[in-house]
């Protein structure tokens, strides 16, 4: 298979058949989903998100006793409980970490690299391509901004000349916006070791997100997934993609009383800062977990608008790859004029 020759690259870092990321998605991507997503030979990763230490732990050690593939766990390093699941982590069998919602030190990737353990960050730019390189890690994850939950201010389509078509020293995956087999097709011709999705898999049967919650992100357009503005400098924000709701803006009332009690002096930047993060990871269970799809947090990215259904896992899985063969067998075609 033509798809086969230009996987090469990502399935053998990722040692999957399919060189696909589900990626790390807070409340979203648990052990149901990460089994799911392994058995179909895509490559699954956990989410941390802020889950306290001993349900962290738990979540851990279940992947590491019911899956027979490799997998990695996603950490979230502006999530108040990250300094916690590192170390938990750092002693666990796990073969791969996404550092992810910012950028890790050097000393980080380094330690987990000496605990046998392959890394991938994001890069938001080609500036921090650059740095995580020079640290060290061992893949890039380039997302574009039409991602879901936290990302950074660039789309997709910079990002890829920017540091795609600049950097090949690691295997670069690039997510934020693709939900079918043709873009990722045209990704590896581009020169990406695979590709990243999440929205797509958040909307599968396998994952046990209330089902109010997958309606919600059915119904949305494009459009309606929108990112988090920051109202000052003052008060730093990661932006967040997700649905238009009253959870929206509720964010931007919370940014609002933060900025006042900054000026008031009534707290500190990293105590308000560790309020944002509080909020999203709440917001984001009401509505991933209890289904509260009003103020709770739909984060997903804008291929909500490319996705109208719930299918198996074995279908999404089977029709991504069935539509990247068949793009670049008409491709190839189209070049050789047959």
């Known amino acids: 298979m033509l798809f086969d020759r230009l996987s090469e690259r990502g399935t053998k870092f990722l040692n999957v058949r399919y060189p696909i990321i589900s990626g790390g998605m807070t409340w979203v991507s648990n052990v149901a989903l990460v089994k799911a997503v392994s058995q179909h030979g895509v490559f699954p990763v956990l989410a941390g998100g802020n889950l306290p230490a001993n349900v962290?732990?738990?979540?851990?050690?279940?992947?590491?006793?019911?899956?027979?593939?490799?997998?990695?766990?996603?950490?979230?390093?502006?999530?108040?409980?990250y300094k916690t699941q590192y170390e938990i982590l750092l002693s666990k069998k796990v073969p791969f970490v996404v550092f992810?919602?910012?950028?890790?030190?050097?000393?980080?990737?380094?330690?987990?690299?000496?605990?046998?353990k392959r890394t991938l960050?994001?890069?938001?730019?080609?500036?921090?391509?650059?740095?995580q390189i020079r640290f060290g890690i061992d893949a890039l994850i380039l997302e574009g901004s039409e991602a879901g939950g936290h990302?950074?201010?660039?789309?997709?389509?910079?990002?890829?000349?920017?540091?795609?078509?600049?950097?090949?020293?690691?295997?670069?995956?690039?997510?934020?916006?693709?939900?079918?087999?043709?873009?990722i097709a045209h990704l590896l011709l581009m020169g990406a070791a695979g590709c990243q999705l999440g929205t797509?898999?958040?909307m599968s049967e396998e994952c046990t997100a209330h089902p109010d919650f997958k309606?919600?992100?059915?119904?949305?357009?494009?459009?309606?997934?929108i990112a988090t503005p920051q109202y000052d400098s003052k008060l730093p924000v990661v932006a967040v993609r997700g649905v238009k709701n009253k959870g929206t803006e509720d964010f931007g009332k919370l940014q609002l009383?933060?900025?006042?009690?900054l000026e008031e002096g009534k707290i500190s930047r990293e105590k308000a800062q560790f309020e944002v993060e509080n909020f999203w990871m709440g917001a984001l269970r009401r509505a991933v977990v209890e289904?509260?799809?009003?103020h709770g947090s739909l984060m997903a990215g804008q291929s909500v608008g490319l996705i109208r259904e719930v299918l198996p896992m074995r279908d999404i899985i089977e029709t991504l790859v069935r539509e990247a063969e068949k793009e670049l067998i008409r491709i190839k075609e189209e070049l050789s004029g047959k």
């Open 56 to 81: 962290f732990e738990k979540e851990v050690d279940r992947c590491l006793q019911e899956l027979t593939g490799p997998f990695a766990v996603n950490l979230i390093t502006i999530a108040p409980n």
């Open 100 to 116: 992810a919602g910012g950028i890790p030190r050097k000393a980080e990737i380094e330690r987990m690299k000496k605990a046998d």
């Open 121 to 131: 960050s994001f890069a938001a730019d080609e500036s921090v391509a650059s740095q």
């Open 151 to 183: 990302i950074g201010h660039v789309s997709l389509v910079i990002l890829l000349q920017q540091v795609l078509f600049r950097f090949d020293q690691v295997p670069v995956f690039v997510a934020g916006g693709i939900a079918t087999g043709k873009m």
């Open 200 to 202: 797509r898999f958040a």
């Open 215 to 225: 309606k919600a992100l059915m119904k949305a357009r494009a459009r309606q997934a």
């Open 257 to 261: 009383k933060l900025l006042k009690e």
């Open 291 to 294: 289904g509260d799809v009003e």
